[in-house]
């Protein structure tokens, strides 16, 4: 059993295979699945295997206080001049671009239910996926679980403010373990896109 090697994604597989002449660019579906032991559903087994391989290849940055997590970010604005197109890159120096690329962000993670059967791969000007961003966000009742996976970074004020869990009360007075501070629903160091925008409604 000692000689068994394991490997932490599907990429580390296909290196390894290369360095021993074996070619895995035309393997099927099937036959991936067929080397791994689990005992899910197919599909759930290629969905948490995609999942796993994304998890360990990449690379995690480290976001600032008041930066923000953006799912397709940055290259996913398209903007067509004439017949060429042009990858938007945000700039962090303009706050109104990182909405606009938080909002298109939110309507990417929407198409699933928005998406007509199709048209899985058709490109959409910004301007559209902002407009769709808008209703969903005004619509009533509000359509919130698109806006769940976009993040903007706790500063060090609001990750003693956010708490999971339950207080404690000692000697000391109102006390919390650690483990329960810097939680906003479930992200934790992270204030969730949702919960910036209901809080913000009930303000209003």
Not at 29 to 45: D, T, V, Y
Not at 84 to 95: H, L
Not at 110 to 115: F, N
């Amino acid at each position: 059993m000692s000689n068994i090697k394991k490997f932490s994604s599907r990429k580390e597989v296909t290196e390894f295979l290369t360095t021993k002449e074996i070619d895995t660019s035309n393997w099927s579906e099937e036959k991936w699945l067929s080397l791994n032991k689990g005992q899910a559903e197919i599909h759930m087994m290629a969905l948490a295997e995609a999942m796993w391989d994304a998890m360990n290849e990449s690379t995690p940055k480290e976001l600032k206080a008041g930066e923000w997590h953006i799912p397709f970010c940055p290259k996913f604005l398209i903007y067509k001049e004439g017949e060429q197109k042009v990858s938007y890159v945000p700039n962090p120096a303009f706050p109104e671009e990182i909405m606009d690329c938080v909002k298109v962000s939110t309507a990417i993670c929407a198409r699933t239910s928005y998406t007509i059967v199709g048209e899985e791969g058709k490109e959409r000007l910004s301007s559209e996926d902002i407009a769709l961003h808008d209703r969903m966000a005004n619509a009533v009742p509000f359509h919130a679980s698109p806006f769940e996976h976009c993040a903007r970074a706790m500063s060090d004020k609001e990750y003693q403010r956010y708490v999971k869990g339950y207080a404690s009360y000692g000697h000391d007075g109102l006390g919390f373990d650690h483990n329960q501070l810097g939680w906003c629903r479930n992200f934790k160091g992270f204030i969730q896109y949702r919960e910036i925008l209901e809080t913000f409604k009930l303000e209003k």
